[in-house]
């Protein structure tokens, strides 16, 4: 099928416009846009009279001879003009730059609302180093779009009217030239920033590929290390950033021809415009004072264009980035009402429960059925895939289940307030993620009003003394992003110590000795065990000695392929 260009360059236009559409949307940049407005229709204005002007007073000296005596006005007149245009251009700048910061921080904290909201069973397909791209660098790149492009849009509509009009009182011929000439800038814009937008899409889809694997890679370098796969993982992460590096390239050197391209059709254009009004002045059918205004103000019509042009490529980024988060935003949220019921008692009930991950055939968990009473210690065994943590992610709420019945303290899950449910647990994950923060604030995070004799208790239950006592600040000491000083187990006990100061009724952990050698194990079980007298305990577990605690354990079947 072949396409006309007029119909492909509609196409590529309303695309390019569709990408914005949502950013103008916001009631933020709806704003500054109205004030943008303003403010360009009035340097539209400007730069008018400042041509006049300039025609004016070099007229007035060549042809009448007139001394600085005479034209001091207009020249007090043009500096008044000059300095407001600058004073108008810093205006723009500073309303440009609140606004970026106004919707970055709005972007940012809906997206953070909503990374809380959704929890894992809504992002499968986000990886925690591209959020983090996104979150930072990537909004970040929207600085340009709002101090760069969307003003030029603005001067790129009014200005070049206002120039016609003030032209087509001088010379006609010269207005008309700009009319029929300056819409080739948009038509080549629009051509060339359809393949720059589809470069900027390369380039982001490739930093959120390498941010991803290198965070991977990163939090599993003690395993890979043991393994000696940290050489190859090393080879592929060189890979994925050439990868990167050709896309960023291929972008800047797209970006540089068409800026070559724009430059010179505005080039031909204004040439044009020059050829035709110096014949006419040859010709005497215009005053040399009209044809020294329609040189002057004729490049002001294309400049808003040409500037349009080179700001559009440093927008790619942001408006990916933007685009992206928005897509997250507007994303549907698991089901999952709160506010209706609060449970009371920490009974589980799960019945005939299926769970199939997006984008996967294997169903993680088919047609589990298991009760956990009020007090009772229980463990889920079963070989490494069959669901363990799946569905101790279902009991706290982080995983929606695709079938079955599940009732939490007595309530339906659909009925469930899960905050109020998750007020009577304390949940240790597999990899827990710690704080940059000391010691001490992160065993708060399982109570932020502990008391310090609180968190020194649940710190010596979870086996963590020793790892005080080398530290050099003890409690106080900063562990480091997501505990970097501290080795595999030591996170896990630190997770525990979390679960243990949140002193809940319900504990539910998921393999929380799975890192710790054989007497340290025994330490935290013996802890564990006195812990949990009298508290409902639901465990996943692998080792004997972890499903000792238990009264009883429930073994989940390897999981089959969803039909």
Not at 72 to 96: D, H, K, N, T, Y
Not at 383 to 391: N, Y
């Amino acid at each position: 099928m072949t396409v006309d260009p007029p119909a492909r360059a509609a196409t590529i236009s309303g695309s390019l416009l569709s990408r914005d559409s949502r950013l103008l949307a916001l009631a933020t940049t709806r704003r500054f846009l109205r004030a943008t407005v303003g403010v360009g229709t009035a340097l539209a204005a400007l730069v008018v009279a400042q041509a006049w002007l300039l025609a004016s007073i070099v007229a007035a000296a060549v042809e009448h001879g007139d001394g600085l005596g005479r034209l001091w006005g207009r020249l007090a007149l043009l500096a008044a003009v000059v300095i407001a245009r600058g004073a108008l251009g810093f205006l723009s700048e500073v309303l440009a730059n609140r606004t970026a910061a106004g919707v970055k921080g709005v972007l940012r904290r809906d997206l953070a609302a909503r990374l809380a909201t959704a929890g894992p069973a809504g992002l499968d397909d986000a990886r925690p180093g591209a959020l983090a791209t996104l979150a930072s660098s990537g909004i970040e790149a929207l600085d340009a779009y709002y101090s760069r492009y969307l003003p030029q849009v603005v001067l790129a509509c009014v200005v070049p009217v206002v120039v016609v009009v003030a032209l087509a009182t001088q010379s006609w011929l010269a207005a008309v030239l700009v009319v029929v000439t300056v819409p080739l800038i948009p038509v080549f814009m629009v051509l060339v920033g359809h393949a720059a937008a589809a470069r900027s899409e390369q380039r982001a889809a490739a930093l959120d590929r390498l941010a991803g694997h290198f965070l991977d890679v990163v939090a599993g370098l003690p395993t890979l290390r043991v393994f000696r796969r940290a050489r190859a993982q090393a080879e592929t992460i060189r890979a994925v950033t050439e990868r990167y590096r050709t896309a960023t390239m291929a972008t800047l050197k797209l970006a540089f021809l068409s800026s070559l391209v724009l430059e010179l059709v505005a080039t031909i254009s204004v040439a044009v415009v020059a050829v035709a009004v110096g014949l006419r002045l040859l010709s005497g059918a215009i005053s040399f004072e009209a044809a020294l205004f329609a040189l002057v103000a004729t490049p002001e019509a294309y400049l808003p264009l040409r500037s349009l042009g080179a700001s559009h490529h440093a927008i790619g980024d942001g408006v990916a980035a933007a685009d992206r988060v928005l897509d997250l935003l507007g994303a549907p949220v698991p089901a999952r009402p709160s506010g209706r019921t609060s449970p009371s008692g920490t009974a589980v009930t799960v019945t005939g429960l299926s769970v199939v991950h997006p984008g996967r055939s294997m169903a993680a968990l088919d047609g589990v059925a298991l009760e956990v009473r009020e007090g009772e210690h229980v463990a889920v065994v079963g070989p490494s895939g069959a669901g363990k943590s799946t569905l101790l992610g279902v009991v706290v709420g982080l995983v929606a289940p695709t079938a079955g019945r599940v009732a939490l303290g007595g309530v339906d899950l659909d009925d469930v307030d899960l905050a109020a449910w998750r007020a009577q647990l304390a949940w240790v994950p597999q990899r827990p993620h710690l704080f940059g923060a000391s010691l001490a604030e992160n065993v708060r995070v399982g109570s932020l009003g502990a008391s310090t004799a609180a968190v020194r208790d649940a710190v010596h239950l979870a086996g963590l003394d020793d790892v005080v006592a080398r530290l050099p600040d003890g409690l106080e000491t900063a562990l480091g992003a997501d505990g970097a000083t501290l080795s595999v187990g030591e996170r896990q006990r630190v997770a525990l110590a979390r679960a243990l100061v949140r002193d809940a009724p319900l504990l539910v952990l998921d393999e929380p000795t799975a890192a710790l050698d054989g007497a340290t194990e025994q330490a935290v079980l013996e802890a564990l065990a006195a812990h949990a007298r009298g508290r409902t305990l639901l465990i996943a577990a692998h080792r004997p000695s972890l499903v000792a605690l238990a009264d009883r354990t429930v073994a989940l079947p390897s999981p089959r392929r969803a039909s």
